[in-house]
């Protein structure tokens, strides 16, 4: 089934305590791309890749890292999470910069204290 | 830099009623546009889009938008809702050229009472 998978799905954390959501694809697809959602303001990309190796910011890029080591994986890193990093994450997967539609995985809730 | 927006945030509709939900965007060149649907407590699942031809798309549950490209708009219609429909829905574009940026809305909650 092609999905895109994300972990964890909910975690509470304290500030300064680094953390990794993990986000894998089995589609082959060459984009990802990290979301965070927040009442009121929709969707904010932080991240996005266009392929393996190949990672550029998007509109709220402050307080994330990302890697794209292999095709599949895209990790989104919060070396020092703070408490305004408390949001509902999503990662999205299309095959390729150009084409297709998103598609997400099932999203992480992070809270940070 | 393009931008979305979902006026209505809050839409509370009984079962059977008819369905608008607005979307305009501001960008001058070519644009693919999209609804995205999330229901309660799950991601974001592609409603329907709309790439080139006729401007008015079909997609899934009955839903549909018409794309006016001399008003920048969107609009997503359904003529007769379901409790099912509660969600949150949010409009999408992707522009042309270069990198192709996908910006969404701020969404829509759907709220359809039985």
């Known amino acids: 089934e092609a999905q895109v998978t994300q972990n964890p799905r909910y975690l509470i954390t304290v500030t300064g305590k680094k953390l990794t959501v993990t986000c894998s694809q089995n589609m082959n697809h060459e984009y990802m791309s990290w979301y965070r959602q927040d009442p009121g303001l929709g969707l904010r990309q932080i991240y996005y890749s266009m392929n393996v190796e190949v990672t550029d910011k998007g509109d709220v890029p402050e307080g994330y890292k990302v890697s794209r080591k292999e095709k599949r994986n895209f990790p989104l890193i919060l070396e020092s999470p703070s408490p305004n990093q408390t949001s509902l994450y999503f990662c999205?997967?299309?095959?390729?910069?150009?084409?297709?539609?998103?598609?997400f995985g099932e999203g992480s809730r992070l809270t940070v204290l | 830099a393009q931008s979305v927006s979902q006026h209505n945030h809050h839409v509370i509709l009984s079962e059977a009623a008819s369905l608008e939900l607005g979307c305009n965007y501001s960008y001058g060149g070519t644009v693919n546009l999209f609804w995205y649907v999330q229901y309660p407590g799950q991601h974001l699942q592609l409603l329907l889009k709309y790439f080139s031809g006729d401007p008015l798309v079909k997609g899934i549950k009955g839903f549909e938008a018409e794309f006016i490209k001399s008003k920048f708009s969107f609009n997503l219609r359904k003529p007769s809702v379901q409790w099912s429909d509660t969600a949150e829905y949010f409009c999408a574009v992707r522009t042309s050229g270069g990198y192709q940026k996908v910006t969404f809305g701020t969404g829509t909650k759907l709220q359809v009472i039985p």
């Open positions: 999205a997967s299309k095959e390729s910069p150009n084409t297709g539609e998103l598609f």
